[in-house]
């Protein structure tokens, strides 16, 4: 059989005939078979190529979707335009091993590293000296610092290995080595100099492990503070208060190149090698932490940890007595806490969120108020925010006012520099979620007894050593300090709550002497609750519990003030 086709010719474009045989049929069905399995192949790598660059593309229009839906603008990369990708390089950062096998990356004032998390394939890496990388998940940025911080896992083959060496945070994962790459021990988060602020006259130290007991505080003559690193060019300061986790000392004497780092010295002795406590915290005295405002007689504080839900009710109900400030210290929280500070701020109340990462540092961060608002407030009100404070002498009014709580405080002449108020103890009262109307509404029935007290504290007033027990200020030798009659007023402390809201306490203690409850240690402690064990186990019979006074008070008085009529009962002001 002779099959004819036309051909071209490789000098001409016109087309010839050829004269195909049998043979060459064979030959022909042979190439074509090679011909279209190669095509076969190209177009699956072809197909392969353009799925992998799919779900590579996807994820970053998701990525960068959600960022512009959230406001959240800078670091934005075209993943199509590789030019404008950050150069992989080395981070200059320092580390400290915190609780649960986590190393938090804090980098250097000098660096400029943009919130918020670079997009997938800019992945930021942790480095440690046998190979091994994890990822570095941006975490936060400490405002008053102003330092972006990440978080890396330990890997196992570290948790056993002392000292534990620093990692090397870089840019990619594709970040290569040095061989000269120094290894330095990582801090622990309970013997670390973590933070600083400063006044008109000296800079305050906050730092973990000197000072490890209640009470065990160890005399100011023992310490030096260091400004600069540890050279001959660094300048020290003896230190001139050493209580809990709170140092003071005067500025160095001689100009530096600000900010520097600050590091706590324990001067040798005969039987004692002298020891530096490492540090993260730096400090510069040009650095401002509140603007110049027009000073509020009455501030509040608290410190909190995934508590948004409560937020509103305490903000709007205390404001509405007379608080005109709040100073809110977020120790990490995890929840909605951003959007409910923002949300108070669109309606005019004057919240301000200071983030307050450390672990079990809740003295420290109320010392730190004490520093922190005295520019700004001449009174500080001390309370956690299931804690409401309550004059029976209110149950009468028919809406609130500003004046409320100055009534409660002393006269001006009067040399009363802290105000203190006793507590009751509220328990479940039968509820078993949050109260869909709040805290005051929903639990009613309490213990009998009145346990410890909260304070209002002049800030004038309160000792050099900012000396806190949480609950009371030491206060300067002229001032006293006076506990109000519970005819005057006393703090609801709804403490016991439905289950599933209470059993979060056993996730940490933010307190830096009270012993998480998972721990089988200190089990008599006041901190702890009457009858409940180690574990997160519901004890029989909880929402009947700490139930001997049926009190209604509050529920009564802020249902008169803020409760609106519905059709089926009534909503709060506070309620979403």
Not at 199 to 218: A, C, E, M, W
Not at 542 to 555: G, N
Request: proline share 7%; aromatic share 12%; with cysteine.
């Amino acid at each position: 059989m002779t099959l004819t086709f036309k051909t071209c010719s490789p000098s001409s474009n016109r087309s010839t005939p050829k004269n195909i045989t049998g043979d060459d049929l064979h030959f022909f069905h042979h190439r074509s078979y090679r011909a279209h399995t190669t095509t076969l192949f190209f177009v699956l790598v072809s197909l392969s190529f353009f799925v992998i660059f799919s779900l590579y593309s996807s994820p970053n229009a998701i990525y960068r979707a959600a960022q512009a839906k959230q406001g959240i603008v800078g670091y934005v990369i075209n993943v199509q335009d590789s030019s404008h990708r950050p150069s992989i390089r080395r981070i200059r950062a320092e580390g400290v091993l915190w609780p649960g096998w986590e190393i938090m990356m804090i980098v250097s004032p000098e660096e400029n590293v943009t919130p918020p998390p670079p997009l997938p394939g800019d992945n930021y890496t942790c480095f440690y000296p046998n190979g091994e990388k994890t990822a570095a998940r941006f975490a936060v940025t400490l405002p008053l610092a102003n330092r972006t911080t990440f978080r890396c896992n330990l890997p196992g083959i570290y948790r056993h290995h002392h000292p534990i060496p620093t990692p090397i945070l870089a840019s990619s994962v594709s970040f290569e080595l040095s061989p000269e790459t120094r290894w330095p021990d990582l801090p622990l988060w309970n013997f670390v100099v973590f933070d600083t602020i400063s006044t008109d006259h000296d800079v305050v130290l906050f730092v973990k492990g000197p000072n490890r007991g209640l009470g065990s505080n160890k005399p100011p003559g023992t310490f030096r503070c260091v400004f600069g690193e540890e050279s001959d060019s660094a300048v020290r300061t003896v230190v001139t208060s050493s209580v809990q986790e709170v140092f003071r000392c005067p500025y160095p004497d001689v100009k530096m190149d600000y900010p520097v780092k600050v590091y706590l010295e324990k001067v040798a002795t005969d039987k004692e090698a002298m020891r530096v406590v490492p540090s993260v915290a730096y400090f510069s005295p040009e650095r401002r932490l509140v603007e110049p405002r027009e000073k509020s007689l009455l501030c509040a504080t608290t410190m909190v940890y995934n508590v948004a839900k409560y937020m509103r009710e305490w903000v709007m109900y205390h404001a509405s007595i007379g608080i005109q400030r709040f100073i809110i210290y977020d120790n990490g929280s995890e929840d909605e806490l951003n959007d409910v500070v923002e949300g108070l701020k669109s309606e005019r109340y004057d919240v301000t969120k200071v983030l307050w990462i450390w672990p079990k540092t809740q003295e420290a961060g109320f010392s730190h108020a004490a520093v922190y608002g005295n520019d700004s407030c001449t009174w500080m009100m001390y309370l956690d925010v299931d804690e409401f404070l309550f004059s029976p002498v209110w149950s009468n009014q028919s809406k609130p006012s500003d004046q409320m709580i100055r009534s409660l405080l002393p006269s001006d002449q009067n040399m009363i520099g802290q105000v203190s108020f006793k507590s009751l103890e509220f328990g479940p009262s039968n509820q078993t979620k949050h109260p869909a109307g709040g805290v005051t509404q929903g639990y009613t029935c309490r213990r009998e007894e009145e346990q410890r007290h909260k304070s209002i504290v002049l800030l004038s007033a309160v000792e050099h050593s900012l000396y806190t027990a949480i609950h009371h200020f030491s206060l300067k030798g002229e001032y006293e300090w006076r506990v109000a009659d519970t005819e005057d007023g006393v703090v609801n402390h709804y403490k016991y709550q439905a289950w599933r809201e209470f059993k979060a306490k056993f996730k940490r203690r933010v307190s830096a002497y009270v012993v998480d409850w998972t721990r089988v240690s200190n089990p008599t402690s006041r901190d702890r609750t009457p009858g409940l064990g180690f574990k997160p186990i519901e004890p029989e019979g909880w929402p009947q519990k700490f139930c001997e006074v049926r009190d209604t008070r509050l529920k009564r008085l802020t249902k008169k003030w803020f409760g609106y009529p519905e059709k089926n009962g009534y909503r709060m002001a506070w309620q979403r």
